[in-house]
């Protein structure tokens, strides 16, 4: 650092290598960093279950004890992602659960138009604390659904709300948004076929 | 071009006796030069151009936004005005006007012959007229410019965005780059070219100030191009990095972007603080009161504003503990920034003061800048900022803390610096009455907004309910005003570069510092043998 000041000193022609070396070094690293932060976020929210985003297949088929004590709200939404035609909506809006039982609801879709279409719903659960305490056995959302024109579908959700839910909640939302993958079909087989990891569902 | 010319001529003349060749003739002395002072010149040129552009674009909007309804241009143009302004001010105005000092001063200020990396240097000047042209062209192409905020979030940049968007990323790329060659230079210079005997804490404040900035560059300056990179693959390459559909996050991109962003706007003040320091020091007559607290703080300045980037996304859905955090860190920032106005006004107390323009434009600095901390402060309390939260309030915060911040830093800079670079003394007359105009213009246009943002105005609307009409009345009439002014400017330093009363080597008496040593104008080379520091 302070070799520019000594009579010894390196030539600034070598010197100034070394900064750049360094510089560089701080560049190249900070740019894989701004990738890095797409992994590292999504790892970040399963870990701390904040942003909603829930989890993949959940494999034991029951946690255990149910809790008949204490019931749990759950309500259900659906929503059209832009440009998404389909009628969407849940068959249950909302159901007093609780925790520890597997519970089994569906949602209705149709495609009203005339020519097939494939949709992909992206869940979000609030509030998000809950988000690590809501498991899904089963749910529409791990796959896409094609629907021919005209066709119309019950999908069913499966979950259970875990005994060690924290007591202060008493009430979840899961929402769902349906976005249309038609075009992306062609191009790549299963969605994210991008940056993300994370496989929602 | 024609400004060009007259801006160095005075430069140019005085020492084509020296043993060194002067600078080329032409066209060519331009593009090719290798030279400090030179590049210096293109960079403040280059950027006080941007400044006139991004300006216009803010006299666009002020306009239209000067009685309520849609009088002037459609929404879909107003939306393009805010970005490109947003855009151009930043990367284009005051980004660039720092570097420029930097070459300017710099080498000057630490007995350094030239830049270390002269070559460099040339291609990073030339790289950022190519990237606003590529900008600036997106006005004229299909379904217009960028939209979408200077912040450009995802998905409004991504699947709502103009087809000129890949434009626009691609002049980000280039801006990036040439930051970034930037700020390379700057460390090598002052790592490997400070003369014998000057220690890192006998270094002048605004070389501290360059470091550190020159530091937050190349932290950041690679993850907004990263940012930007992720944008193209998501618009063309059917990648989906803030889609949700395809598994992707709009959050992230906002997270990714303040990542950039807060650094951002420290690079944008702390070469200020460094001028300043030097200005206040230099029309008080006396040494810089905490010399080592100041290159501390803004250490500390620096390291800090990689932690509390959340603080712009309060209401985007931060779990309370990361609200808690990012309040307090923020806050925490406001310390070291104390730390730093305490000792400009300890500086001043008792001192011999006099009022030139540089000083007036400093003082100024102090007061308004604070201003603007105290409005971050407010912001910076999550509970208060969901009702602050785009609204004009976080307009005029910015505004307080960019135009009496950043841009009088640059003005007050410009005339401390002007007789030593043109060897002439700009007048002084016109120079107060052009701190005097800016200053009541810049207030009566941005604090009137303040009371439009609690009252619960948006921001970036062509278009407003009928109880604020009255303000972004006054607002508008001292954004003309201060647009206006700026043509004075123009004037006074052109006008000073063709002639006026000569400058001795030192213009000010209180000023300090090896720049002051060499003669006025400064020749075209300098230090060639390095000077003796006591
Ligand atoms: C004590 C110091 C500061 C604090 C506490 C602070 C705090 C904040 C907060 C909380 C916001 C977000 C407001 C919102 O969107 O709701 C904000 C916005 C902003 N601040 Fe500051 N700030 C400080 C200093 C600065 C400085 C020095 C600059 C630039 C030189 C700056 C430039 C900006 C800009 C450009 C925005 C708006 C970004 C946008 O949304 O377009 N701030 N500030
Ligand atoms: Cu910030």
């Not at chain 2, 001010?89 to 005051?94: C, D, L, S, T, Y």
Request: proline share 7%; hydrophobic share 50%; net charge negative.
């Amino acid at each position: 650092m302070a070799d520019a000041n000594s009579d010894t000193s390196p030539t600034p022609r070598r010197s100034n290598r070394r900064v750049i070396a360094w510089c560089m070094t701080g560049v190249v690293g900070m740019f894989a960093f701004g990738f890095a932060l797409v992994p590292l976020y999504d790892v970040f929210c399963e870990i701390t279950g904040i942003n909603g985003k829930t989890g993949g297949r959940y494999e034991a088929s029951s946690t255990g004890q149910v809790d008949a004590d204490r019931t749990v709200t759950v309500q259900f939404l659906a929503s059209n992602g832009p440009g998404m035609s389909w009628e969407f909506r849940p068959v249950t809006r909302s159901i007093k659960v609780h925790p520890g039982e597997p519970v089994t609801v569906n949602f209705f879709a149709q495609n009203p138009g005339d020519t097939p279409m494939v949709g992909q719903a992206v869940p979000s659960l609030s509030p998000s604390e809950g988000t690590p305490y809501f498991h899904k056995t089963e749910c529409f959302c791990f796959n896409q659904q094609p629907l021919e024109a005209g066709e119309s579908t019950e999908m069913p959700l499966v979950f259970i709300v875990d005994p060690e839910l924290p007591e202060y909640i008493t009430k979840l939302t899961l929402s769902y948004t349906l976005y249309d993958q038609s075009q992306h079909i062609e191009v790549s087989g299963p969605v994210g076929a991008g940056a993300s990891t994370n496989k929602n569902g | 071009m024609a400004v060009t010319g007259v801006f160095m001529s005075a430069v140019a003349d005085t020492h084509s006796q020296e043993h060194h060749h002067g600078p080329a003739k032409g066209i060519s002395r331009w593009l090719l030069t290798t030279n400090h002072k030179d590049i210096g010149s293109m960079y403040l040129i280059f950027s006080f151009a941007m400044f006139l552009l991004g300006g216009s674009m803010a006299m666009v909007i002020r306009a239209e936004l000067f009685q309520p309804g849609l009088q002037i241009v459609q929404p879909e143009f107003f939306n393009q005005m805010t970005t490109m302004h947003g855009l151009i001010m930043v990367f284009g105005a005051v980004m660039p006007a720092f570097v420029g000092l930097a070459n300017w001063m710099l080498p000057l200020m630490i007995g350094a012959p030239d830049m270390a990396l002269p070559r460099m240097n040339n291609w990073s000047f030339w790289l950022l007229p190519c990237a606003f042209l590529i900008l600036v062209s997106t006005l004229f192409m299909e379904g217009g410019a960028p939209n979408f905020g200077w912040t450009f979030y995802a998905p409004l940049s991504t699947t709502y965005g103009p087809p000129s968007t890949t434009f626009f990323i691609f002049a980000i790329h280039i801006m990036g780059v040439s930051s970034i060659m930037g700020a390379i230079n700057i460390i090598a210079t002052i790592m490997n070219l400070r003369a014998p005997g000057m220690t890192l804490m006998k270094m002048p404040l605004f070389v501290w100030t360059w470091l550190i900035t020159a530091f937050l560059l190349i932290a950041v300056m690679p993850v907004l191009a990263g940012a930007v990179t992720m944008m193209l693959m998501d618009i063309n390459f059917g990648t989906s990095f803030f889609d949700a559909s395809g598994g992707g996050d709009p959050v992230l991109f906002q997270h990714v972007f303040w990542f950039f962003g807060h650094p951002e706007v420290y690079i944008m003040i702390l070469p200020a603080f460094g001028a300043i320091s030097h200005i206040v020091s230099a029309f008080s007559r006396k040494p810089l009161f905490g010399y080592a607290s100041m290159v501390y703080a803004v250490g500390a300045i620096a390291l800090l504003s990689f932690i509390v980037w959340a603080h712009h996304m309060f209401t985007v859905g931060v779990p309370l503990a990361g609200q808690l955090f990012f309040m307090y860190a923020t806050m925490l920032i406001a310390v070291p920034t104390g730390v730093k106005v305490f000792n400009w006004v300890t500086t001043m107390f008792r001192g011999s003061l006099t009022f030139e323009a540089p000083m007036l434009f400093a003082v100024a600095f102090i007061i308004l800048f604070s201003i603007g901390g105290f409005s971050g402060l407010m912001l910076a309390i999550a509970p208060a900022d969901f009702q602050y939260h785009d609204t004009y309030f976080v307009v005029a915060h910015f505004h307080y803390v960019l135009v009496p911040g950043a841009i009088f830093g640059i003005f007050a800079s410009a005339y401390f610096w002007l007789p030593k670079w043109t060897g002439h003394m700009y007048d002084e007359t016109l120079a107060k009455t052009h701190f005097w105009l800016s200053f009541i213009g810049m207030n009566l246009a941005f604090f009137p907004m303040h009371f439009l943002g609690l009252a619960g105005m948006p921001r970036r609307i062509p278009d407003y309910a009928l109880q604020f009409a009255d303000f972004n009345m006054v607002s508008s009439i001292g954004a003309f005003m201060f647009g206006a002014t700026q043509l004075l400017f123009l004037f006074i330093v052109v006008k000073c570069a063709r002639g006026g009363e000569k400058a001795p080597a030192k213009p000010w008496d209180g000023a300090e510092g090896l720049e002051w040593t060499l003669p006025s104008p400064a020749p075209y080379h300098t230090f060639t043998t390095p000077p003796d520091i006591k």
